[in-house]
DNA sequence: CTATAATATCACCGTCGAATGATATGAGTA
DNA sequence: TACTCATATCATTCGACGGTGATATTATAG
């Protein structure tokens, strides 16, 4: 009982974590967190930057603004977007220095589609 | 001409950070991951505490590996695995961390169908 | 009040990839 | 050598999710 407990706590921190992954584990939602990484943008500045379409970025944002990765202030007709948190920033930023590490390997593996460059 | 070179230089880097992260947003890889977080494991012992089947527990360290996050040594018939580098415990550090704060957001977004607990 | 720009919403479709089951490999043991 | 345990591989299936196009909403300008 007392494990069932902590059996639960475990798999809902996972769960968390696992969804916080996610948001930064697509290609599109990636470019879009580090797109506004240093300073907060417009939607269109956003779609402009990272080339997706309209609709995409906005579903992306919508996404990870739930998710509570960015936040939103409405000026006007333009809604600005930026990271929530530092630890967001913090996050990217060890990914980055990991990647300095394991680049390689990481193109090398096959298991995603992802369209290499 | 410069700017091609940056730009697909960014994408490169947007492609790695991509699959970093994939290796992390899904709920078996994660749970590995967590798994071996502070001592290396059999193959079978991963398999016993996730409660993953042995072919899912494989594929998934296989892919693991490939991307570099973990590191297979062979004693015996044993494979123990255990995390590549530090910068993996960093950005589970990091991540949990971030989750501690923006936990609730990602219970509330129904965007991804992560059986909750 | 109409027009237009900025953004959000939503249903649909196609595809990627996670899980499974069966099987292969390989190392130790009797 | 035969047998068993530990792990890897692989083809197949099926559901989730990312992208798109059409449309709705909201806000400013004229």
Do not use: W
Not at 6 to 24: D, N, V, Y
Not at 65 to 73: F, H, N, Q, W, Y
Not at 79 to 86: A, M, V
């Amino acid at each position: 009982m007392a494990k069932q407990i902590i059996t639960s706590k475990r798999l809902l921190t996972e769960s968390r974590l696992a969804k916080l992954f996610r948001g930064f584990s697509d290609r599109s939602r990636l470019s879009i967190l580090l797109c506004i990484e240093t300073e907060p943008k417009t939607v269109n500045e956003i779609v402009e930057a990272t080339e997706l379409s309209q609709p995409n970025v906005s579903n992306h944002l919508s996404c990870l603004r739930e998710c509570g990765l960015v936040v939103a202030t409405a000026q006007g007709k333009y809604n600005i977007y930026q990271l929530s948190d530092t630890g967001v920033r913090q996050i990217l930023l060890c990914a980055r220095e990991l990647v300095g590490k394991t680049g390689a390997d990481l193109d090398n593996c096959g298991n995603y589609q992802l369209p290499n460059i």
